[in-house]
């Protein structure tokens, strides 16, 4: 279980979280839609501490976190009980596709290295790239990398892995790989925070939907209840603008 | 005017005997200046509470000095206040016990941490700051982060740049000179005192350096090739 709750967070003087709260169960998926700039980048950010909050609790499991006045050791264990999934892949440059999903297991975990490269190769066999393994990120497609990069994350099987828009980067042909792959994480029951523009994705793998819109949560609920009956004049006009009309397809 | 070759390898030979100078004078600028300007260089990126300010106010004092008016300052000093220095941390030694050069080191090792400082700064900034982040969030420490992600790749960015400087230093060496340190240039002279052959002298001083410089080239793109293979291609 994660909670977070009244999360705050401002950049100079623009209040990007005005008290967020979630809460997600273990092996659920979270589905973060809104507009750029609605804030689901930075919340996703302040759960991991890329960005550290000014204000709010989180709690993972057991652990209770002060987000604003969380200690060092505080922020290195809620990491290693997370994992995230950048937009932009974030690969180790000098690494290749192996060495990127060993180093956590070998460098912070202490996995003896034997055992470590036996459960990264597991991991990448897993997301189709058994074959490139010992490519360099910039040997690899954008879909690769980002394979790589959620290989990345799930080795490391945390107790929630948190994906900034991981196909937003990739052109629509490479779209649909990654989808498959986080699915099927998602069917491993793992819980994951997925912000994302993909409504089909959500309608199909989320149990939960929040959708975001200037730094509040609007609106939380089923898919089906968000996506057929949303109650809030604001998701209805963000849905109206992503959703396919019905009639588009005769068109 | 002839040029007499004689004279250019007796002046060779002469230069050559003080090299050993020179390369103190090269070496220990280049390697104090990599250790503490790597430090400095991470302090200002990190930002740290005011040592990353200092240092830059420092930095930005110092490189606006001459390495020669540097150098003449810190030679009078030397001159003038060591008998009383070594009094004060009751030290029972004088001026003529100590070599001159730790004048000429000292004041290279300043302008080599300034030049290796902003070379390595430079580096990294050019390393996408999503490095660290992809670090820390598989739950490295930022020590971790550096050790294994960071530092590999700024090495290949910040051999060209640092090839530079120690080039520098090496030009700079010369200067000292100045101060009456005999290092290549004093030494390739010598010759020219007795025999007024200076133009032989500074050609082989000229030769010694550029033979210098062009190892150190050869070696600076072997290190390269070898330190950025993750970037090379498939094709």
Redo the contacts between chains.
Sequence with gaps: MIELKHAKKSFHKTEVLKDVSIRIETGEVMVLLGSSGSGKTTLLRCVNFLEKADGGTLTIGEQNVDMKRASKKEIMDVRRKTAFVFQNYNLFQNKTALGNVMEGLVTARKTPKKEAQKLAEETLAWVGLSDKMDNYPAQLSGGQQQRVGIARAAVLNPEVILLDEPTSALDPELVGEILAVIKEIAQKGITMIVATHEIAFAQDVASKVVFMDGGVIVEEGAPKDIFRHPKEERTRQFLARILPSEDMYYI | MNISWDYILESLKSGLQYFPNTLKLVMIPTFLGLIIGTIIAFVQTFKIPVIGKLSRVLITLYRGIPIVVALMIYNLLFTLKFEAVARFFRLNISIADVDQIIVGIFALTLMSICLMTESIRGGLIAI?N??F?????????RM?TLR??II??LIPISIPPLTNNVIGIIKGSSITMAIGITEVLAGALIPGSKSYSFLEGYIAAAVIYWMFTVILEQLSKYLELRGKN?????V
Excluded: C, N
Aim: charged fraction near 25%; aromatic fraction near 10%; glycine fraction near 14%.
């Design positions: 996408d999503g490095q982040e992809a670090g820390y969030s598989i739950g490295l420490t971790q294994r992600i590999p790749q993750f970037k090379r291609s498939l």
